[in-house]
């Protein structure tokens, strides 16, 4: 006969699952499945720890963000921010549906080429652009959104020498009601240097003033600060309009939608607080529908949304390597990943869920993971199932930010997954092997021996 597991008997009060004082509790159900394939098969087949990434919530989540905003304003544009997840097999999900690309580096620039995007449906944002990424991007005549003056002269000098006549916009930075205020890019609204800058370029006659870009911050939960932002863009624009007789094609209004996972440290749970796309762009749209544009003259509003696109998608399966006492009494839970492999930790309160049914009774515990190192802690405290070493365990929402700020610290990264429409599974990113971390590593001839 199988030894039972021992639980601690605990009272509680019944709860119905209606909110509280703090809104709706969020769950620890299991979560067996991933769009219908157990997670225990995935573990056995692929590895773990192992990142795994729903096809189909990528497509659903694009198309209700994407009819969130063509219900409202006739001409809208999407571009994929590859910082956010810049796996190849995720990018070209989104350019299927429609996306350009939106890149920050010229190595995310030659990532989007690579992906078969056009030159004219990549832009190119960020402050640091070499002369060889500027003059590739000029002559593939993408959009460069000029982020300092010092750029702007790089561009000028540049266009004396290239086939093509740069097409750029200016980063626009404002006061939008958040804060602290993101003014370290692009040039900002309310002293004017926005101004200037759109001056220097209409006057230099050597650039093609394509539009007008920002991107306020990241995680905004207040739609109010979108309208705020959107209202100065269309005045700049239209400022524009009446000073120079030029009328920009474009106003970009970059990321920064909050996904569904709750900040460390909220009182609310996200699902209850944060805004949904319709929120968002009735807020985006109204502003610009309402800013004083020709009807037959609108900019193209484009949108450079990360996070918000893809976190739900994105999902980390693991396993309990050992479950023990701290000194103080805390119980513990080391897990097979931990911050090298989930950056979001550091700022989200990330849900872990047990892949079987274990028991009904949650304790709280502490979630490190394997790494030998302090600050490897997932969550400080979770409540959590009576989990025991060997007991698998996913989280959810990891879409964002991990596939790309992971690190190769202590271990190697792990298998990356993709499960398609038909519940195919294709490894989009092979896990890190001692052969892959030394090919860049060169020993010194008095060193070998
Ligand atoms: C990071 C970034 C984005 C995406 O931001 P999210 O907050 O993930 O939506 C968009 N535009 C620019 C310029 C960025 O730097």
């Known amino acids: 006969m199988e030894k039972k597991k021992f639980e601690i ?9 209606v909110p509280g004082k703090a809104g709706t509790q969020p769950g620890v159900e299991p979560l067996a499945e991933i769009d219908g394939i157990p997670v225990s098969g995935l573990l056995s087949r692929h590895g773990s720890p192992l990142f795994v990434v729903s096809e189909k919530t990528i497509r659903q989540v694009y198309q209700q963000a994407r009819d969130a905003f063509t219900s409202r304003y006739p001409n809208v544009q999407f571009a994929w921010s590859y910082k956010t997840n810049y796996l190849d097999a995720v990018c070209r999900i989104y350019h299927q549906e429609g996306s350009w690309a939106e890149v920050v580096s010229g190595f995310e620039y030659d990532k989007a080429l690579n992906n078969g995007v056009g030159g004219k449906k990549i832009i190119f944002n960020g402050p640091d652009k070499s002369d ?78 394509s539009g007008l870009h920002t991107h306020i911050g990241t995680y905004i939960m207040t739609s109010n600060a979108y309208q705020m932002a959107t209202d100065k863009m269309a005045k700049l624009a239209i400022k524009i309009q009446n000073k120079y007789h030029h009328r920009i094609k474009y106003i970009d209004m970059g990321g920064g939608f909050a996904s569904m996972n709750t900040l460390k440290g909220a009182y609310h749970n996200a699902s209850d607080t944060n805004p949904s796309f319709d929120q968002y762009a009735e807020s985006i749209t109204g502003a610009l529908l309402r800013a004083g544009f020709e ?92 989990l025991q070493k060997g007991d698998q365990v996913v989280v959810s929402r990891v879409g964002a930010y991990n596939m790309t700020q992971w690190m190769q610290f202590i271990t190697y990264r792990p298998n990356v997954v993709l499960i398609d429409l ?15 971390i030394l090919k860049q590593e060169i020993i010194p001839d008095h060193l070998k021996s």
């Open 9 to 17: 008997p605990v009272i509680k009060r019944m709860a119905y699952n």
């Open 132 to 209: 060889a990424d500027l003059i590739k991007a000029i002559e593939n005549q993408s959009y460069i959104h000029i982020d300092h003056f010092d750029e702007l002269f790089a561009v000028i000098r540049l266009s004396e020498t290239s086939t093509h006549k740069p097409r750029v916009a200016i980063r626009v930075n404002m006061d939008t009601g958040i804060y602290p205020r993101w003014d370290r890019f692009g040039f900002n609204y309310e002293n004017g240097e926005a101004m200037e800058a759109i001056d220097q370029i209409i006057k230099s006659g050597k650039l093609e003033l």
């Open 295 to 386: 009807r037959d003259h609108l900019p193209v509003l484009i949108l450079e949304t990360g996070r918000a696109l893809i976190d739900d998608a994105g999902y980390l399966a693991g396993q309990v390597l050992a479950t023990k006492r701290l000194a103080d009494g805390r119980k513990a839970l080391v897990l097979d990943f931990g911050v090298n492999l989930l950056f979001t930790a550091f700022w989200y309160d990330h849900q872990l869920h047990p892949v079987e049914e274990v028991s009904d009774t949650k304790d709280e515990a502490a979630l490190f993971g394997p790494l030998c190192m302090n600050i490897d802690v997932i969550r400080e405290q979770a409540r959590v199932p009576l």
């Open 422 to 436: 038909n519940g195919e599974e294709h490894i989009i990113r092979k896990t890190e092997s001692l052969e892959t």
